[in-house]
């Protein structure tokens, strides 16, 4: 069993700041890429931002140098800070990791159950 927590979500005014948290459990044999996604009411989800094991990161245009993807390798977290947060950027974010659960194992990709931020204008 594998489960990823989200926390640090909330209401925040546009131009703030906001540093989401998300903590992958359970029966993990390794870690590969950690991300962040997220849907807006009536969208489809899409990607703010990836960060692969060794630090490689890749961001959505519409995130690119307000947002910043790190983790926590001996920790197996990950976390998302977001600057200059604007109305456009609310929505519920979901984390995910692409994991083994056993040596052999496949690559499976796990979901967190996912955090509101909303962000007023």
């Known amino acids: 069993q594998v489960q990823l927590v989200e926390s640090g979500g909330g209401l925040v005014q546009a131009g703030g700041s906001l540093r989401l948290s998300c903590a992958t459990s359970g029966n993990i044999f390794r870690i590969t890429t950690m991300g962040w996604y997220r849907q807006a009411p009536g969208k489809q989800r899409e990607l703010a931002a990836l960060?692969?094991?060794?630090?490689?990161?890749n961001y959505a245009d519409s995130v690119k140098g307000r947002f910043t993807i790190s983790r926590d390798n001996a920790k197996n977290t990950v976390y998302l800070q977001m600057n200059s947060l604007k109305p456009e950027d609310t929505a519920v974010y979901y984390c995910?990791?692409?994991?083994?659960?056993?040596?052999?194992?496949?690559?499976?990709?796990?979901w967190g159950q996912g955090t509101q931020v909303t962000v007023s204008s």
């Open positions: 995910k990791a692409d994991l083994y659960t056993r040596v052999g194992g496949v690559l499976s990709n796990y």
């Open positions: 960060i692969t094991t060794g630090g490689m990161t």
